[in-house]
DNA sequence: ACGACAGTAACACAGCTGTGCTAAAAAGGG
DNA sequence: CCCTTTTTAGCACAGCTGTGTTACTGTCGT
């Protein structure tokens, strides 16, 4: 048998490759010969692990999602539901570098399979994270209504939808300006909203 | 003299066929002689109006600054402050398939403009919308207050940015899921927000 | 050692890219 | 009519694009 190599972690680390180019240059110098570039490899050993450019976009994005699925699952239920609701936000909105990076890149395709003859599958990968974002914060205002930090007058489905906006606003925010909208800032603006929802 | 035609208007046409091939296709489709195929022009001719790519796709991602912000100023003042505060927030928010079109084309401008080395300066239109929306939301906000219709309890810049990142979210959500966020959808929501804002 | 096969690189090809340049066409004023 | 200026189309060039194919390299089990 000859040389065995991961082939998940290679196709990993050319999706890194694919990232930064996306970052730097945008969506329109992500080609095969730049990414094989900026990964160290050659154009022909990339194509070994994504045989057409559309798989090698995907799975870059797929790569994504399901970091940020990891992300979210990793987080622990332990102290008040507003702590708890907090950490959860917190780590959905890109407070760190490299949080942010991986945002700009997820805007890139979110932008891009926003096109309507996708060809390529992008948005169907759209479509789930979403509803994973949503899912999220439906069991998060269902947990505040649980504990009674939820005022009775609100609606568990629009405070929902409200909350997820906002998330999703913040987030495109931090990753706009990242000099206005500081982490800090963005507790605090977290913080309020809670506050908002309380009886 | 010879033929004499409106070379502004010109430019908005052009700048308008760069839309279609940036929604049907992405940005990456965004080329010279695409945009004049879908213009019905030769390539030359387009090139004759915008000298280089990059100028064009500049061209384009102001203009649409330019029929946000000209939709905005042609908002009357008339009525209760929440009416009109709603009237300018459902004007900002692509409730319709023309805006839904214009925040798609608009979205893949913010994603090109966020790659870092960005040489074509599409960065410096991205931050006068923002802060064009800021401003919007803070008048808002700082109208509510003085007619009374803000809780005292509430800091003003923090309502401002709250304000400003759930329309944004709320823009995105209508964009990626038409169907679900539908525009009695999103009206719901503008309603219960301001709602809760209330003494 | 050898063979079998995973991995890598390189080339070829047709087509598209942005841009520079040039020649033709169109159109209004004298 | 003709001349001047604006507008349009077309070609050329060097370079990049995705993908198909082929030849090479390395490595492991036998």
Same mark, same amino acid.
């Given at each position: /048998? ?6 998940? =972690?290679?196709?990993? !680390?050319?999706?890194?490759?694919? +990232? ?6 945008? /969506?329109?110098?992500?080609?095969? &010969? ?6 160290? +490899? ?11 450019? =559309? ?5 870059? /994005?797929?790569?994504?999602?399901? *970091?940020? !699925?990891? *992300? ?5 239920? !332990? ?7 907090? &950490?959860?936000? @917190? !780590? ?13 890149? +997820? ?8 096109? @309507? ?5 992008? &948005? ?9 974002? *949503? ?13 009674? =930090? ?50």
């Amino acid at each position: /048998m000859p040389k065995i190599v991961d082939h998940d =972690a290679r196709r990993e !680390e050319i999706a890194r490759a694919l +990232w930064r180019v996306v970052r730097r240059d945008g /969506m329109r110098a992500a080609s095969v &010969r730049t990414i094989a570039a900026e990964a160290g +490899w050659s154009a022909g050993a990339v194509r070994y692990y994504f045989p057409d450019q =559309a798989g090698l976009i995907s799975f870059a /994005m797929d790569l994504v999602a399901r *970091r940020v !699925e990891t *992300r979210i699952s990793a987080i622990r239920n !332990e102290g008040s539901i507003t702590d708890i609701v907090l &950490r959860y936000l @917190e !780590e959905v909105i890109p407070l760190d570098e490299e949080r942010r990076a991986e945002f700009d890149v +997820w805007l890139s395709f979110v932008a891009q399979a926003q096109a @309507e003859s996708g060809a390529d599958g992008l &948005r169907e990968l759209l479509g789930p994270v979403q509803k994973g974002l *949503r899912d999220l914060c439906h069991s998060l205002v269902t947990g505040l209504s649980e504990s009674g =930090a939820l005022r009775e007058d609100l609606s568990i489905d629009l405070e929902t939808e409200r909350l997820h906006a906002l998330i999703d606003g913040l987030a495109m925010h931090v990753s706009i300006q990242p000099d206005r909208t500081t982490a800090t800032r963005v507790r605090e603006i977290l913080g309020a909203h809670l506050k908002s929802l309380q009886p």
